[in-house]
């Protein structure tokens, strides 16, 4: 007799949060982000385990230990890793990513998270130079970017993919006017994405914005 299972379509999920940022923005694709703050949301308890259940409830059967620790390890060291898996339609992956011995691939590995956030875009080479991803290698540095990272650095100006970059907007650019480099727009960023000592939302200026042309939709 199969198992029954039932637990929520967490693709569904986090599709809908893309959307919905995309809309409050008013950037479309452009802006269709999702927050590690909303990914722990997502990736309760409550929502991972049947999830995975779901996954592994046919090949293989998942053992309780293991499946407490497979959550465990999403939650505390792999949520942006399994929300990617989860949208390429490979949230098996999961499993001998997290729980591989002999090559540890986790957010912290991937995207230079710690205590403040995702830091770094992960390199499509060093995706490729990843034995369990380079047969989606591509396709994973494309989706990567719908979960942006903080938006400084120590070193001074970013500089980011920007036929691939997701503005984490949580406001519509308002068009300032024409400056040196094309258009100036104002707008807000979620403060995770932001220096801790900056403190809650600010105004901050966009150059070239209409520069940008959308890249595919999910």
Known sequence: MGLNIQGPNLKKMLIAEMD????????GDLGRCVSSRTLQDIFSTKNLRPHLKLVFGYWP????????????????????LHAILILLDRPQMVRELLLSSTHEVNDRVLFGMDEQGYH???????LKSIPQLIDIAEEFYIMQWHFPPMLYSEQGIQFFDLQ??????????????????????????????????QGAKVCVRILGLDRLQPSSHT
């Open 20 to 27: 919905k940022t995309g809309t409050q923005n008013g950037l």
């Open 61 to 80: 059967v998942i053992h309780e230990v293991e499946l407490d620790r497979l959550v465990s390890l999403i939650q505390n060291n792999g949520n942006k």
């Open 120 to 126: 770094e875009i992960c390199s499509e080479d060093k």
């Open 164 to 197: 691939h970059f997701k503005m984490p907007f949580t406001s519509k650019p308002s068009d300032l006017g024409k400056g040196s480099y094309g258009s100036v727009y104002a707008t807000e960023i979620d403060e995770e994405y932001l220096r801790p000592s």
